[in-house]
């Protein structure tokens, strides 16, 4: 599978691989074979493309630090994206998108782009993360506030829950929508693969994902 860079004034257009920036192509986050690339870049200031390209290489800090997880997501019956923003203990922000090729619900997109946001962060061995989102429901499932009917969002709540386990200490809270805009932003760039207004001036990665994190074949077990 190739790699597709978009610029907000030229349009989508296949790379090939040998031809892309290898600093860029370092950041990519690995996801096997599930996963093709695309690059958001729009004019203006290098600000936020500095901090996303050098984040394969910056210091997650002291191991006690506490690193801030915003997720959200963008879905229609045809389309569904994923945002995330990383902001490191020092205020520092690292953008994340993913265009989900796979069918969704609501609530399955959500679910998709706090497990995204947790394994870019796990990947990176960021060990204290605070969460947090729009989704009242999604959330009050992780936190075991409300019942999960759903068989298919038992299993994305119980992938959380092991998520969980690989860092020492996680916290996830709801906030409103109007807190959470950087990410509803990059989540509707991914679907429509346009850079959104909020972020001119930034270039950052869209992942294309192609396997959904809980496949309708697969049951979890280890939790009730």
């Known amino acids: 599978m190739g790699n597709y860079f978009m610029h907000a004034d030229n349009g989508l257009?296949?790379?090939?691989?040998?031809e892309?920036?290898?600093?860029?192509?370092?950041?990519?986050?690995?996801?096997?074979?599930?996963?093709?690339?695309?690059?958001?870049?729009?004019?203006g200031a290098s600000t936020s493309q500095q901090e996303i390209l050098d984040f394969d290489t910056v210091s997650i800090g002291s191991p006690d630090d506490v690193?801030?997880?915003?997720?959200?997501?963008?879905?229609?019956?045809?389309?569904?994206?994923?945002?995330?923003?990383?902001?490191?203990?020092?205020?520092?922000?690292?953008?994340?998108?993913?265009?989900?090729?796979f069918n969704n619900t609501n609530n399955t997109t959500e679910y998709e782009s706090l497990l995204l946001g947790m394994k870019?962060?796990?990947?990176?061995?960021?060990?204290n993360l605070h969460a947090q989102g729009d989704a009242e429901l999604i959330v009050c499932q992780i936190r075991n506030i409300y019942q999960?009917?759903?068989?298919?969002?038992?299993?994305?709540?119980?992938?959380?829950?092991?998520?969980?386990?690989?860092?020492d200490a996680f916290?996830?809270?709801?906030?409103?929508?109007?807190?959470?805009?950087?990410?509803?932003?990059l989540a509707v760039s991914a679907t429509s693969l346009i850079p959104h207004k909020d972020f001119l001036?930034?270039?950052?990665?869209?992942?294309?994902?192609?396997?959904?994190?809980?496949?309708?074949?697969?049951?979890?077990?280890k939790h009730s």
């Open 120 to 127: 870019v962060a796990q990947q990176k061995g960021i060990k």
């Open 20 to 43: 892309i920036d290898t600093s860029l192509n370092n950041f990519l986050v690995n996801c096997e074979s599930s996963c093709e690339s695309s690059v958001i870049e729009s004019e």
């Open 13 to 18: 257009k296949m790379i090939p691989e040998s």
């Open 148 to 167: 999960t009917r759903s068989e298919k969002l038992r299993h994305y709540r119980n992938l959380v829950w092991d998520l969980i386990e690989t860092f």
């Open 67 to 101: 690193w801030t997880l915003e997720f959200d997501d963008s879905y229609s019956s045809t389309e569904s994206g994923a945002g995330i923003v990383l902001i490191s203990p020092k205020g520092n922000l690292f953008l994340f998108s993913f265009k989900l090729q």
């Open 171 to 185: 916290d996830i809270s709801v906030v409103s929508c109007e807190f959470n805009d950087r990410a509803d932003s």
């Open 201 to 221: 001036g930034s270039t950052y990665v869209v992942e294309l994902v192609f396997r959904p994190g809980v496949p309708d074949s697969i049951a979890h077990t």
